[in-house]
Antibody, heavy 118, light 107 residues
Framework: QVKLLQSGAALVKPGDSVKMSCKAS????????IHWVKQSHGKSLEWIGY????????NYNEKFKSKATLTVDKSSSTAYMEFSRLTSEDSAIYYC???????????WGQGTLVTVSS | DIQMTQSPSSMSASLGDRVTITCQAS??????LIWFQQKPGKSPRPMIY???NLANGVPSRFSGSRSGSDYSLTISSLESEDMADYHC?????????FGSGTKLEIK
């Protein structure tokens, strides 16, 4: 079955970067785009962008264009998101998600908690 | 960007109540809307696709409807397991945008 396994929680200092992963299994990795979503304050959700694992093509929310970098490693079926120049506003849970065959956002990872603190 | 105005931000209802949550789109999104349920410590779970279609495995007490630019998620008879946050998402246009969420509590 489809699984998206995300990396563990990270505690990072302001100004640093963090790179989190989303390892896919149960399907052909290059067949579906991977979305990334931010959840702040335990409630509101924001779409960060997506990456096409087949082509490496990306589409970013303008709000996160200078903050997030999406990449993939096809050999390990893993998508990555790097968040740079971190501030307290970047403390959040970050999810990866995949569309279903007919439906968007059908599958989600368990989330990665990022805490930015000195 | 398309703004999704979700209301209420929180609500409390009794078991058996009929509950309705609404999202209003700032531009035409057709039926390109998903409703998610999110329980504490869990990832969002899609409940309704394309504004009105029940996702696999979702109880029939859940339904989605549309009236113009207003989209509603209705629970016909509230059960204790429905306590959760609910979010709408438009996927008509990039950037994809979510509503601000509704916290549903049981009285």
């Amino acid at each position: 079955q489809v699984k998206l396994l995300q990396s563990g929680a990270a505690l990072v200092k302001p100004g640093d970067s963090v790179k989190m992963s989303c390892k896919a299994s149960g399907y052909t990795f290059t067949d579906y785009i991977i979305h990334w979503v931010k959840q702040s304050h335990g409630k509101s959700l924001e779409w960060i962008g997506y990456i096409n694992p087949y082509s490496g093509g990306t589409n970013y929310n303008e709000k996160f264009k200078s903050k997030a970098t999406l990449t993939v490693d096809k050999s390990s079926s893993t998508a990555y998101m790097e968040f740079s120049r971190l501030t307290s506003e970047d403390s959040a849970i970050y999810y990866c998600a995949r569309d279903g065959t007919y439906n968007w956002f059908a599958y989600w990872g368990q989330g990665t908690l990022v805490t930015v603190s000195s | 960007d398309i703004q999704m105005t979700q209301s209420p931000s929180s609500m409390s209802a009794s078991l058996g109540d009929r509950v309705t949550i609404t999202c209003q789109a700032s531009q035409d999104i057709g039926n390109n809307l998903i409703w998610f349920q999110q329980k504490p410590g869990k990832s969002p779970r899609p409940m309704i696709y394309y504004a009105t279609n029940l996702a696999n495995g979702v109880p029939s007490r859940f339904s989605g409807s549309r009236s113009g630019s207003d989209y509603s998620l209705t629970i016909s008879s509230l059960e204790s397991e429905d306590m959760a946050d609910y979010h709408c998402l438009q996927y008509k246009q990039y950037p994809l945008t979510f509503g601000s969420g509704t916290k549903l509590e049981i009285k």
